[in-house]
């Protein structure tokens, strides 16, 4: 096992950790969790061996294999796949002696080594590696690429995969969902529980440490508590505790006002029975989540929005990638305002494609993009932090962007994002990824969109700024449009979800659960394909029936569309109008009325009474006409 004992930690004159006395015992799947600068990296650091404690003692069992994830990628010449496999360092051993016993014909020794490349499955690792490769989002060409071929966040994944294919004792994971989309994170989600050994995670994933952690080990005020359990039932524990502290009861009674408010919003706008299902469970959790981050340093809001048009932004017909050869085709999508959508879609499927077509960055070749007028729009890429000027400071990117503004109000604003002091004017060249995402955020938010487009915004982000970030966008009034691996935040924020498959867009009628289920049964029929090539040989004839099927639900879904539109417009009418009339027939029905001092009314009360009436009438025989064109439009 793990022994922690009266353990000092600390970096320079700053303290990390004290007086730290714990064990994390072998099979153990341990969350590491804190606020940012906290010490979690530097305790990653010295479970390695990097670093060293400056009193009391670690105990790591000596025979152990710890494995992590290397921060540097060399561009290298040798095929992704060898580098994969350079992770298992006993392989690599064991076939560097087998090449020496073979060139000097020793028998006896090879025959050892092969028995022990049997015993360590070696025969099987290139399999094994290309599995690991796969869940990871590459594609059957990219084994035998070249590592110098591939992008940044391309090798943090052949990182990920090396580690992973490392036969370990102690897993050390920091940040591993950071370069993944959504369909990787549920892959090695799926991973990670499987894994025999012990492993020790840094994640600001809620949902991906509540999949796969059984321990939390928390550190703070430089202690290190270790709580059993899910990160849920941490948080559940540290919210009992925080609550009975008494100057943080008003600060949380307000929070769950803000919660109830949302919740309330949401129930009325709920329309899928599966989904809403789905949001509500999520929703319930909010308060307890709220009150374990009543303290974040992060207090921000949205701005309010620009008058939207109606529609926002529409795209009809529309093609997005190469006039010979289009990653997405077809697409029909017409956004208003309000409206929060999510994007799903398997790795390299065009979701982020579909964002940049939004936010006008590329244009389509094929079909229209119309923008309403008066659209704001809000585009948060993945390469947002790129745009920013390293030599200036938050405060100098904030009076660029709003020189009339008074600066003490900018500073304030930029409190809310945690940077105050002298952290306001200090240049962010050096700031690490998750302080420049938050200044991202904080540009983007100030120039009140109306529109927002949100391609994984929480990279890098921490799990407080995540929640703030959550409940800023609960309370936002205009529409959305995200992508994200965080999957908390999709089911708090999202209203619907859309699915970009097989170069199409179509609507996803399910929630996020179904979607594991969706990916599961997609990589099942794969896999059955692989095997089965006579099966593959009909794909495209199977691919032409799901895209007739698909054009015809969407030309149903198009014309059910202004049906649904005028039937929720007369809804709305329809209350208001029979809550009146019924009080006014309880008014004319009481025979005081008729003697009274508001006899004058009568007239009057009855005139408004036959208005009413009439519109009923015609309103309910329109509800009725617009059900009957509906039912004779079928959805699916």
Known sequence: MIQFRNLRLARGVKTLVENVSLQIH??????????????????????????????????????????????????????????????????????????????????????????????????AARARAAALMDGLGFGGADLERPVSDFSGGWRMRLNLAQALMCRSDL????????????????????????????????????????????????????????YTGSYSDFERQRAERLSQQQALFDKQQRERAHLQKYVDRFRAKATKARQAQSRIKALERMEVIAAAHIDTPFNFSF?????????????????AGYVDKPILAGMDLTIRP???????????AGKSTLI???????KPTAGVRREGKGLELGYFAQHALESLRPEESALQHML?????????????????????????TTACGPFSGGEKSRLALALLIWNQPNLLLLDEP?????????????????????????????????????????????????PFDGDLDDYKSWLAQRRSAEAAAAQCPDKAADKASRKAEREAAAADRQARLAARRPLLRELEQLEKKLKPWTTEKAALDE?????????????????????????????????ELRWLELHEALEAIPAD
């Open 303 to 319: 701005r309010p929005c620009t008058a939207a048009p109606d529609p926002l932004l529409q795209i009809e017909a529309a093609a």
């Open 400 to 424: 660029r962007l709003d020189p009339q503004t008074r600066e003490q109000e900018l500073r304030n604003y930029l409190g809310g994002f945690d940077f105050n002091g002298d952290m306001a």
């Open 587 to 619: 008014r004319l029905g009481s025979p005081e009325l008729y003697t009274g001092p508001d006899a004058g009314e009568v007239p009057k009360l009855l005139k408004r009474q036959a208005e009413l009436a009439e519109r009923l009438d015609e309103a």
């Open 171 to 226: 897993l050390l994971l920091d940040e591993p969902t950071n370069h993944l989309d959504l369909d990787a994170v549920i892959w090695l989600e799926q991973w990670l529980t499987s894994y025999r050994g012990t492993l020790v995670l840094i994640s600001h994933d809620r949902d991906f440490l509540d999949a796969v952690v059984g321990q939390i080990a928390h550190i703070e005020t430089q202690r290190l508590t270790l």
């Open 458 to 506: 929480t990279n890098h982000l921490d799990l407080e700024m995540r929640h703030a970030l959550t409940l800023a966008l609960q309370d936002y009034e205009g529409g959305m449009v995200i992508v994200s691996h965080d999957r908390a935040l999709l089911r708090a924020t999202c209203d619907r979800f859309l699915l970009v498959d097989d170069g199409r867009l179509t």
């Open 356 to 362: 940049k077509l939004l936010s006008g960055g590329l």
């Open 338 to 348: 309000g409206e929060r959508i999510g994007l799903l879609g398997r790795n390299g």
């Open 26 to 123: 072998p099979g153990w799947k341990v969350g590491l969790t804190g606020a940012n600068g906290c010490g979690k990296s530097s305790l990653f650091a010295l479970l390695r061996g990097d670093l060293h404690q400056d009193a009391g003692d670690l105990e790591i069992p000596a025979a152990w294999v710890i494995a992590h994830v290397a921060q540097e990628t060399p561009a290298l010449a040798r095929p992704a796949i060898e580098y994969v496999l350079d992770g298992d360092a006993e392989l690599r051993r064991i076939e560097a002696a087998l090449a020496a016993a073979e060139a000097a014909h020793d028998g006896e020794e090879i025959g050892h080594l092969h028995g022990r490349l049997q015993e360590i499955e070696g025969y």
